[in-house]
């Protein structure tokens, strides 16, 4: 038998490769860089220019500015209650609940493991405040009462500096978010209709709304930036994970594979929840719950007049963590 016939025997008997989900995904990305790479500096700069288009300009079926009393938005329709403000004294008040399983075939979004955290979140701009937390599994978190510019920052956030026009807050973004920006994003596959900005104005967005140290004038301004990305889609008269009516902001990240879902209160645009799905399944495989949000006068009180969520009339549902991956 020749050297052929023995090579062609070896191919026949050869185990057919095996390719995870996770390879797959991985192969696609490393295409959509490589074709990145050779559309070069022209393709970027269109890109950004296209993407600064669609972050300034309007939506056609939205009606710009805010009703009497209302947070200013271009992109999310009008709306028709103030956000709270903290004054000297007063602690930004949030009460969250977040609960994800992570089942099998979508651990590249959740990182194989169940996750929960239900807490509240007492925060004063000079770096006071307080956590306090229910219930915790696989979540670093550090619960106590601290005073001036001891309350936990891991990330460094600091949004004094952040505009809330929308424009303006758009290039602060994309600056911010730079490769040599003060906080650099990834360049995430956008949707098949977005830029990869898009992708990455979006990853910068999200990473900031789950943060106590964002007020809420800044989360709805991050909000209606979200909006008028291009690929986001806009759903009025929603309703969230706990069957409030909300305006829906949808982006599909990862080219498409990642579903999420900001869900915005229409009457104050600040954030009411987020919910994560895979092309798995229909269901979301991760919610973030806003229960109450708004000004407290103490660090062992809710907000009383002041809230931009009112508190729910029962608790979200817990989360009953499965087997670990």
Request: aromatic share 6%.
């Amino acid at each position: 038998m020749d050297p052929r016939d023995l090579l062609e025997r070896a191919r026949t008997r050869a185990p057919a490769p095996r390719m995870t989900l996770i390879d797959l995904h991985r192969r696609r990305e490393r295409r959509q860089r490589i074709r990145r790479v050779e559309a070069g500096a022209v393709g970027l700069a269109l890109a950004v220019v296209a993407a600064g288009t669609a972050f300034v300009g309007l939506r056609e079926h939205r009606a710009p500015g805010p009703a009497a009393g209302g947070q200013p938005s271009v992109n999310l329709p009008p709306a028709t209650t103030p956000l709270p403000v903290a004054q000297p004294g007063q602690y930004y008040y949030a009460q969250v609940h977040l609960v994800g399983g992570c089942p099998a075939g979508q651990e590249h979004y959740c990182g194989g493991t169940d996750v929960e955290l239900a807490a509240t979140f007492w925060w004063a701009p000079d770096g006071s405040g307080r956590i306090e937390t229910d219930r915790v599994h696989n979540y670093g978190i550090h619960a106590g009462t601290f005073g001036p510019t001891e309350f936990p920052n891991p990330n460094g956030i600091d949004v004094s500096t952040f505009p809330t026009e929308t424009a303006q807050l758009t290039q602060f973004l994309l600056d911010r978010s730079a490769p040599d920006g003060a906080s650099p994003a990834p360049l995430v596959t956008p949707p098949p209709d977005g830029a990869p900005r898009d992708g990455q104005m979006w990853r910068a967005i999200t990473d900031l709304l789950e943060d106590p140290h964002v007020t809420p004038t800044v989360r709805a301004a991050l909000l209606d930036v979200a909006a008028g990305l291009r690929g986001a889609r806009l759903e009025v008269d929603g309703v969230d994970p706990v069957g409030r009516q909300a305006d829906v902001v949808v982006f599909g990240n990862w080219g498409g594979e990642l579903i999420e879902r900001l869900y915005v209160d229409p009457a104050s645009h600040d954030l009411l929840a987020i919910t994560w799905t895979s092309e798995i399944s229909d269901q979301p495989f991760q919610s973030y719950v806003v229960e109450r949000a708004g000004v407290a006068g103490s660090r062992s009180e809710g907000p009383t007049d002041a809230e931009s969520i009112p508190a729910l009339g029962s608790p979200s549902p817990t989360f009953q963590p499965g087997p670990e991956h």
